[in-house]
C-alpha cells in the first residue's frame, strides 16, 4: 500500500466520507485533506479528533502553486474538487472551466512534478453526451485525465458515479427541508441512485485496482422522481426541465437511467431510511 494520499476537495460530503474510510480501513500513514473550507476543515479537525494521520491544506486547485507544496511526498491523488451546481455553470461557465477543467489540468501538472504514483479523478454521469456546462466541464477533466497516463510514469484513470443520495445540495435533503414546498422539475424524470457506502468503496476499488487510463462505470439502479416524491409523501410543485437538465441521466451507452433497474416506492421508502 502507498504511504501517503490526499483528496482534493476533502471537506466535501465525499471527501469527508473518504476520509473516514481511509482512516478506519486503509494502511496509508498520512491522509492529507486539500480544500478551500476553513470552517469545513476546523468541523473534520474537530469530528476525527486530530487524529495524527491527517494533515490539512486550505488551497484551490487553481493554484498550481499551492498544489506543488501540497504534494510534496505524496503516492495517491484522489481530485474531488470541482463546482457542481448546474443551475450555477449554467450562468457562470466561465467559474466551471476555472475550477473543473484547468484545476484538473493543474493538478495532473503538479502531480507529475512531484512525482505521484496513481492520480484518480472523480466524474460525474452528466460528463455522458453533456447538456450543461458542467458535465461539459467533467468531460474535458475526463479527457484531460485520460491523456495524461503515463506522463513522467504517473497512472491516471478517471471514475463516473451518480446521484449519491443526502449529498450536499442534493434533492433529498432539500426537499425533506421543504416539504410540500419543495418543487420538482418532472414526475418522469429518472436518477441513478448510490449509496454514500457505495460511492466511497467504488472510488477506492477504482483507485486500488487502476492499471492507468481506465474510464470506471458502476451499475445502479435508478428511480422516477415522482417516485422519490411519493416516498417521501410530499407533493411537490411541478416546474419543468431546465435546458441544461436532462430527462434521464447515463453512465455511458446502454447505460442509461430509464433503462436501469427501477426502485419502487417501497424499495425507496425503505433506502431513505438509512439515508
Known sequence: ??????????SGFLGHALVSHLLAFSDYSRVCVYS?????????????????????????????????RALDGVDDVIHAAALKRIEVGAYNPDEMVKTNV??????????????????????SDKAFEPVSPYGQTKALAEALFHAANGYGGMMTAACRY????????????I????????????????????????????????LKNMRGGELAIPSLP??????????MEISPRIVGLRAFEK?????????????????????LRCALAET
Do not use: Y
Open 1 to 10: 500500500m502507498s504511504n501517503s494520499i490526499l483528496i482534493t476537495g476533502g
Open 36 to 68: 478551500r473550507g476553513e470552517h469545513r476543515q476546523a468541523e473534520m479537525r474537530e469530528a476525527f479528533g486530530d487524529d495524527a494521520r491527517l494533515r490539512w491544506f486550505i488551497g484551490d486547485v487553481r493554484d498550481r502553486g499551492r498544489l506543488v
Open 102 to 123: 484547468l484545476g484538473a489540468n493543474n493538478v495532473l501538472e503538479a502531480a507529475r512534478r512531484v512525482g505521484v504514483k496513481r492520480c484518480l479523478l472523480i466524474s
Open 162 to 173: 451518480g446521484n449519491v443520495a443526502g449529498s450536499t445540495g442534493s434533492v433529498i435533503p
Open 175 to 206: 426537499w425533506r427541508r421543504l416539504g410540500d414546498a419543495a418543487v420538482m422539475t418532472d414526475p418522469d424524470a429518472t436518477r441513478f441512485w448510490m449509496t454514500k457506502f457505495q460511492a466511497v468503496e467504488f472510488v477506492m476499488d477504482t
Open 222 to 231: 435508478a428511480f422516477r422522481l415522482g417516485d422519490l416524491a411519493g416516498a
Open 247 to 267: 430527462r434521464h441521466e447515463g453512465m455511458g451507452p446502454g447505460n442509461t437511467s430509464d433503462v436501469a433497474r427501477r426502485m419502487s416506492v417501497d424499495e
